[in-house]
Each structure stands twice: as C-alpha cells, then as structure tokens.
C-alpha cells in the first residue's frame, strides 16, 4: 500500500527509465512541414523581424515633440519594443528544434503570433495617436512626423503579414 508521500514524490520527481537516468516523460510537439517549408518560413520571419526590429528602433527617434512626454504615443511604442524582444526566445526555439517539449512548445510557438498580433495592433496606435497630437497642435508637426508614420505603418503591415504566415508552422503532438 502507498502511503500519501510516495504519492507526493510522484508528483514532483521526475521518473528514472531502465538505465537509471532522467527521462522526459510529458508531451512533445513534432513539426510536421517539409524541410523545405521550414527553411522558407525561417528565411521570412527572420528577414520581417529584423526589418521590424529597424523600423522600431528608427522609429523611436523622432523628429518632433510627440514622443517626448505624450503618453498615447510613447506607451504604444514602449508595449511595442518590450513584445518585439520577447518573440526572440520563442524564434530561438522554434527555428533551432523539430520536437518540442510541452513547456517549449506553449512558451513558443502557441505565443508567436499573438505577439506580432500585439506588436502590429501597438503600431498602429501609435500611428492613430500620432495623428492625434498632430491634430491638436496643428498640422505644422504632420510634415516632420511623414518618416515616422510611415515606419509605424510598415511594422503594423509587417506584423500583420507575419501573423497571417505563420499560420504555415505546424505542430502535431506525439
């Protein structure tokens, strides 16, 4: 008969298999593209993140007061920056693993496209709340602002292609 600390130990010791070593004993998630559907969805997202990385890093220096202590333009902006740096672990992982643990699998690729939904969605705020500023303090700061509206549509429409095309990565669970 158990007794309720074996039970208790079960729950938190991993199992021993015949060897007496440590084995994985939770679910796995398998990618299932080709070889060649992989490389092409590598290829694309790394290029879109970097080329989103550098239209968020240029728009971060702006030619005018905007961002300089108005709240509407510089939260979106800052929600933007903190949920482009936490997609890098989850690329990491996706790129370098076919089989993926449990834990990887929902810290990863179940996060991945929320994150560029978020990221796109901050973007475009920041664009509206651009506007915004440019509206009430005259149209003066519209002109200096072009460069910088423009970046923030390209990182929306870039996040929001991203999130349509990594609906290709595939998982089944083993």
């Not at 080709?34 to 490389?39: A, G, H, P, W």
């Not at 991203?162 to 669970?173: A, D, N, P, T, V």
């Amino acid at each position: 008969m158990s007794t309720p600390v074996d039970f208790i130990g079960t729950l938190f010791l991993p199992e021993l298999n015949d060897n007496n070593e440590y084995e994985y004993t939770g679910k796995t998630f398998a990618n299932t593209n080709s070889l060649e559907e992989r490389k092409k969805i590598k290829i694309t997202t790394l290029l879109c993140q970097l080329i989103i990385l550098a239209l968020v890093i240029y728009s971060g220096f702006p030619p005018f007061e905007a961002l300089s202590g108005t709240y509407y333009v510089i939260l979106p902006y800052l929600f933007e920056v903190i949920f482009l740096l936490m997609q890098f672990p989850s690329l990491y992982t996706i790129f370098t693993k076919t089989k993926l643990r449990e834990y990887e699998y929902t810290k990863s690729v179940s996060r991945l496209r929320p994150f560029y939904f978020v990221v796109g969605l901050n973007a475009a705020i920041g664009m509206a709340g651009t506007l915004v500023y440019c509206f009430m303090h005259g149209f003066q700061p519209l002109s200096l602002s072009l460069p910088y509206l423009l970046c923030k549509f390209m990182t929306a429409a870039l996040c929001l292609y991203l999130f349509w095309f990594l609906q290709r990565l595939k998982y089944e669970e083993e």
